[in-house]
């Protein structure tokens, strides 16, 4: 048994899950994977569906495992709360957590180092005549802070845009809107700071890889790699570990892509707890290099050691 196993044997670990945002189910079923993994793997176990009590159940926690999806375990508010109890880890701090849910800082930060993202529009007074002046038709509409292709829609004319913005807006406070470009939507995950192979998403029933193609079984084909030209895969492994790095992240992340035509890719967004279903992207590109999902969870599991709050 290696030096890092023997440390975490003696822990007792925590796994967050569960949560109240609009990504609770896929978080309840990360958690159990993970969960199920810690448990055949030896260690010593607690998982926590996370209320705004969860801080009475950490007592006697060494470490914590998230396995939180959105608001508030993706964004920096339980990374803080475990900070401030001296509690590490895995994962990114409050402020990697925070950034990369914020889809128009992060768009702001690809583009101070040269990552290539699509041409977007964000105003708290929304124009519906300027957007379509600055992105043309079809275009993307999203929530500014949701995961999981939640609120997402292509929009393909005025009045559609109209009703759109006004439903959505009942839900979520600030949208953005994002030039629609026609081509292959991949991603590519980072681990201990290195890139993993491209995944590519190939929804069969749908144009558009939303939250139905995501999660409802053989709607999706995943490729691994991705079939791309070698010039530009490499571009795309690139651009993921800069918009991992710009961002403020650690350890590992999911970093989403739409490529063009011609293979050219734009950062979309970057996830600092991507799904962790046996069978989501992040295990699919790891088991690509040979990693397991037992490998996988206890790579992730590692990152606690020096995590941004355990005062290392």
Not at 171 to 177: A, C, G, Q, W
């Given at each position: ?57 950490l007592?006697?926690?060494d ?11 993706e ?67 999203k ?71 995501k ?10 790699p ?28 999911r ?58």
């Amino acid at each position: 048994m290696d030096k890092e196993r023997k440390f975490f044997m003696k822990k007792k670990i925590a796994v967050l899950y569960g949560g109240w945002s609009s990504e609770r189910d896929i978080s309840l079923g990360s958690g159990k994977c993970v969960m199920a993994s810690l448990k055949k793997q030896g260690f010593h176990i607690k998982g926590i569906d996370v209320d705004k009590n969860f801080m009475t159940k950490l007592k006697g926690i060494d470490v914590a495992f998230i396995a939180l999806h959105g608001k508030p375990g993706e964004d920096g508010i339980v990374q803080g709360i475990l900070e401030f109890m001296n509690i590490p880890y895995t994962g990114s701090g409050v402020m990697g957590s925070a950034i990369s849910m914020d889809k128009v800082v992060s768009k702001h930060l690809f583009a101070t180092k040269g990552i290539p993202t699509p041409e977007f529009y964000f105003e708290e007074n929304i124009d519906v005549d300027e957007i379509i002046m600055k992105l043309d038709l079809p275009l993307i509409v999203k929530p500014r802070a949701e995961g999981s292709s939640v609120g997402i829609y292509i929009i393909k004319n005025k009045s559609e845009l109209k009703k759109t913005i006004t439903s959505l807006r009942r839900k979520f406070k600030d949208l953005l809107f994002e030039k629609y470009i026609t081509g292959m939507m991949a991603t590519c995950g980072i681990l201990n700071e290195t890139p993993l192979p491209i995944l590519e998403i190939a929804p069969k029933k749908r144009k558009f890889y939303d939250y139905k193609s995501k999660y409802t079984e053989g709607m999706t084909e995943y490729i691994v790699p991705a079939r791309i030209p070698k010039k530009q895969y490499k571009k795309v492994q690139e651009y993921a570990v800069a918009a991992h790095r710009v961002i403020g992240a650690h350890g590992f992340s999911r970093v989403d892509f739409v490529l063009d035509e011609n293979h050219n890719p734009y950062a979309l967004e970057v996830n600092t707890i991507p799904g962790l279903l046996a069978g989501s992207n992040l295990p699919l590109e790891a088991s690509a290099i040979g990693l397991s999902y037992d490998d996988l969870i206890f790579e992730i599991l590692k990152t606690a050691r020096n995590s941004p709050g355990d005062g290392a």
